[in-house]
């Protein structure tokens, strides 16, 4: 028998995750030596790893699963126009005030409504200046003169550059309606609240997806993507009761949409946004076509040349929130009983705490229970000793897994303490190389989710990782 998990302490707080993320190098405060730069981040090994995994989950799901989805890599400096006929100019803007006494500065929408009619501060009781609108679009100048002319936005979003492309990639490359253009890229707004770790920053990363259809089939296509999106987490592995579905009331509306959702997701503060699934109507092309003068109506070859201006369903997710949703989701605290001795499969490298993580008979691990599709490191190879070649093996072993899995080799220390280390990477399997290994080529298959562990021959091992990872079901 191997080791086994008796109870789970469960929920994340930001504080762990944060701790975490910075002890293991998923993600560190950006400019941190300098006191920090406020809403920036940076990723570390783990980190980009983890976010380009996310991210190339999400490219394979839109464009390889979908014949009808192609991608796209806009110019993050758009022409400043652009972000007038979107109505980012005129309506981009949160509603802010600030308290005259202690100098905070808040969102008048997310302070109590009878803090805002008496204009007093929620934190210290003094006066509240009246509420501003304030744009959350960075604006620089380009070339060498800084003056009117030279102004240019960071975009806030990566949609505008799939519109602006639309007529372009219909014409290279034959797009007939539906059809839909993925994107992923950076996202620049500057935010004035910026708490709770990674979730809202002022550089950011979108994975956009804007998929065009006629008008009158617009609400179908709405409900299709809204079960889509939906799939797509479940299929990620992430626990279906953290997920809920949002309706954006009148008030909540965008002033480009006919109807709107967010899949929330209950992070440790609480039910927030994850991604918001919109009928974005025929809003932008109408608009970039009076901005721009250019013709941008769909005409339908097929269909005696009617022409008409496509309707938008948008679905639209944060990369870096979806990592730090990842992050909340994997995470556990798990007591684990270690079956001292035990015999079968596991063999020497069986009994994790009894090799040497602290002495006791149990034990709580730290665990991210990654799918392998993203988890940072796929595979990690530990020879059970240095010596006696047993180092040399492992070593060849991970070279012969190197060109198909993400690995890591890990030889320091005792092997239950190495264990836990990859149970905190996220790491979904690790590969023990002993003495047996020397004499009949088998190693030990460690599933990070079960503690289970079988023997399987080295020769066989691609192959059986491959199957694990298409058959992997978290277990609770
Ligand atoms: P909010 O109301 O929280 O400001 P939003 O409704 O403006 O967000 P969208 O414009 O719909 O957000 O952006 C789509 C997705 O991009 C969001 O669901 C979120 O995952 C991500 N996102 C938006 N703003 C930020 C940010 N400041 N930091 C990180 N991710 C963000």
Same mark, same amino acid.
């Given at each position: 028998m191997s080791d086994h998990i008796t109870e789970y302490q469960g929920s994340a707080t930001m504080d762990k995750i944060t701790s975490l993320a910075k002890r293991r190098g998923f993600v560190f405060q950006s400019s941190e030596i300098y006191g920090g730069q406020n809403g920036a981040w940076d990723y570390g090994p783990l980190g980009v790893e983890l976010k380009? $995994?996310?991210? $190339?989950? &999400?490219?394979k799901?839109?464009? /390889? #699963?979908?014949d009808d989805i192609v991608g796209l890599d806009a110019a993050i400096l758009m022409h400043p126009r652009t972000w007038e006929a979107s109505g980012h100019v005129e309506? +981009?803007?949160d509603p802010l005030v600030d308290c005259r006494k202690c100098k905070? $500065? +808040?969102r008048a929408d997310q302070i109590p409504p009878e803090n805002l009619a008496a204009k007093k501060c929620p934190d210290c009781g003094g006066d509240l200046t009246d509420t501003r609108k304030f744009n959350l679009m960075f604006k620089t100048h380009i070339g060498a003169v800084e003056d009117e002319a030279g102004i240019i936005y960071l975009r806030p979003e990566t949609a505008q550059g799939i519109y602006v492309n639309y007529k372009n990639i219909i014409q290279s490359n034959r797009m007939k309606i539906p059809f839909g253009i993925a994107q992923i890229g950076k996202a620049f707004r500057n935010e004035i609240v910026t708490k709770n770790f990674i979730f809202r920053t002022c550089e950011f990363e979108q994975m956009e997806m804007q998929f065009f259809v006629k008008p009158g089939t617009d609400v179908e296509w709405f409900n299709e993507w809204k079960k889509r999106r939906w799939? %797509? %987490?479940?299929? #990620?592995g992430v626990r279906m009761d953290s997920l809920r &579905?949002? /309706?954006?009331g009148p008030d909540e509306l965008a002033h480009y949409a006919k109807d709107a959702y967010d899949i929330e997701y209950l992070f440790p503060m609480g039910w927030k946004e994850l991604e918001g699934v919109h009928n974005r109507s025929n809003y932008d092309l109408t608009r970039h076509t009076q901005y721009s003068g250019k013709d941008l109506q769909y005409i339908d070859q097929e269909n005696n040349n009617e022409r008409y201006i496509p309707f938008i369903i948008e679905t639209s997710a944060g990369l870096t929130r979806t990592l730090l949703m990842l992050l909340c989701d994997a995470y556990d605290e798990e007591k684990v009983i270690s079956e001292k001795n035990s015999g079968g499969a596991e063999g020497n490298t069986g009994g994790e705490t009894s090799h040497g993580t602290g002495g006791s008979a149990d034990d709580w691990r730290t665990v991210l229970h990654f799918h392998p599709a993203v988890a940072p490191v796929t595979v990690a190879v530990l020879p059970l000793m240095k010596k006696d070649g #047993?180092?040399?093996l492992a070593q060849d072993i991970r070279s012969g897994l190197k060109e198909d899995f993400a690995t890591d080799y890990d030889q320091a220390g005792a092997i239950g303490r190495r264990y836990r280390r990859q149970d905190e990477a996220g790491t979904p399997f690790c590969v023990t190389v002993d003495y047996e290994s020397k004499e009949n080529g088998t190693v030990t298959l460690r599933f990070r989710d079960s503690m289970e562990q079988i023997r399987v021959h080295k020769d066989e091992l691609a192959a059986r990782l491959y199957q694990e990872i298409k058959a992997y079901k978290r277990i609770k």
């Open positions: 380009n $995994r996310i991210a $190339r989950n &999400w490219w799901e839109m464009t /390889q #699963l979908h309506n +981009f803007t905070t $500065r +808040f799939a %797509y %987490y479940e299929k #990620l &579905w949002h /309706q954006h #047993l180092a040399e």
